[in-house]
């Protein structure tokens, strides 16, 4: 191989046909699922790349009122957005008050959170939890864990990237006349815009694809997610692989959209303030 000429260093071409092999391994099960979708019950047990010979785009009217989806859609959407919203707005919050206040306090709630996001939830003690609470099996339930489970890395992003925004910003607008809060949401929180959407693709995408929590804190079907839809559909239609795989894209389709327009801010907001932790 040659750029303008010269030869490539070996390095760089192992390196480029290392992320051609890994791009394979992505593109090939996506194109298998998506052409998949489209084939007959007997032209898809082929599991190839190749075209129908007929496409069948009913596959999908099929999925979507044999399988719930606007249902299981509509639980995933709620949950999902509600968390989503929680998290940024606590975790903001705290991390304001953490990074301004250089106090003995404040580094004990940093490290505090920062614990958080290593420490496994333990399942059954968080079950009766909720049960002693009368919300096992709410949608409240389901919706506080997962805002739980995201504020600590959401405050280890915010504290970081709060502690680049000078604190003369603070005060010239306490000096004219600003209120705390005014301070936060009128002046400090527009300037978090990197990280305020880095934080809401990864909760975004972590919330919406998880099928371990809605398994054990929904038993009502009737409340299952996407992910979960999945899961019951395969049950009733596993011999039928192209309405699995049009199930599949479906519940895809909302994380791939968000993280096409959105993934130039992942970088920026996860790297912004890092020289500063």
Request: aromatic share 16%; glycine share 6%; charged share 10%.
């Amino acid at each position: 191989m040659r750029l303008r000429g010269r030869p490539l260093p070996l390095g760089k071409i192992a390196l480029f046909l290392i992320l051609l092999a890994s791009c394979v391994v992505i593109v090939v099960p996506l194109a298998m699922m998506v052409l998949g979708s489209f084939k007959n019950s007997l032209e898809v047990t082929r599991f190839d790349i190749s075209l129908p010979k007929k496409w069948l785009a009913g596959n999908y009217l099929t999925v979507i009122k044999e399988g719930k989806l606007v249902r299981a859609f509509l639980n995933s959407f709620c949950i999902t957005i509600v968390s989503l919203v929680i998290t940024i707005f606590v975790s903001s919050i705290a991390s304001f008050v953490i990074a301004r206040k250089n106090t003995r306090l404040s580094n004990f709630l940093y490290y505090f959170f920062f614990i958080g996001t290593l420490a496994p939830m333990q399942i059954i003690p968080t079950i009766n939890i909720f049960q002693i609470l009368h919300l096992y099996g709410s949608y409240t339930s389901i919706i506080l864990i997962y805002a739980t489970l995201n504020i600590s890395f959401s405050c280890f992003l915010y504290v970081g990237f709060i502690k680049t925004i000078p604190r003369a910003l603070d005060e010239a607008a306490i000096m004219e006349g600003a209120s705390i809060f005014k301070l936060f949401f009128k002046i400090l929180f527009p300037l978090l815009k990197p990280v305020n959407i880095t934080i809401g693709i990864l909760v975004f995408m972590g919330i919406w694809n998880d099928i371990n929590l809605p398994l054990y804190f929904l038993p009502d079907s009737s409340k299952w997610t996407m992910p979960l839809s999945v899961y019951r559909f395969f049950g009733r239609y596993y011999s039928d692989w192209n309405l699995v795989f049009a199930d599949l894209a479906l519940t895809a389709v909302p994380v791939v959209i968000l993280y096409l327009f959105a993934q130039k801010y992942i970088v920026s907001g996860l790297t912004a303030g890092a020289m500063k932790q």
